[in-house]
């Protein structure tokens, strides 16, 4: 995971059809998502995160992301460091399904007391 600060406007962190190699986190600053034909579809902001549908799938970049302002703040999260996020998330999360639906979802937390406990998220 690294850092990159960019000082200028205009800038393109990547392009549609670019190859997916990682995951970014916008810090500071905003960013205009842009798809060939259709133009700015979307603006992102402090705590939005893209680039992570290119990873999941193994597909080329869907849309290109051009810095909205001067002076951004990104997290890169590289593709390995990425699918390891995944990989915990995953393996610290239980999935009851319904049909072939998630129904319930609960989340390991840290064990307290000798037993682990889970965390309900509602769908």
Known sequence: MTYRFVSSSCVSVFNQGDEGRSWYILLKGSVDVVIHGKGTVATLKEGDDFGKLALINDAPRAATIVLKENNCLLLRV??????????????????????????LILERVAKQRGYSAFNFEGI
């Open 78 to 103: 590289d593709k390995e460091h990425f699918n390891r996020i995944l990989r915990d998330v995953e393996a610290n999360t239980l999935r009851l399904q319904e049909h072939g639906k998630d129904v």
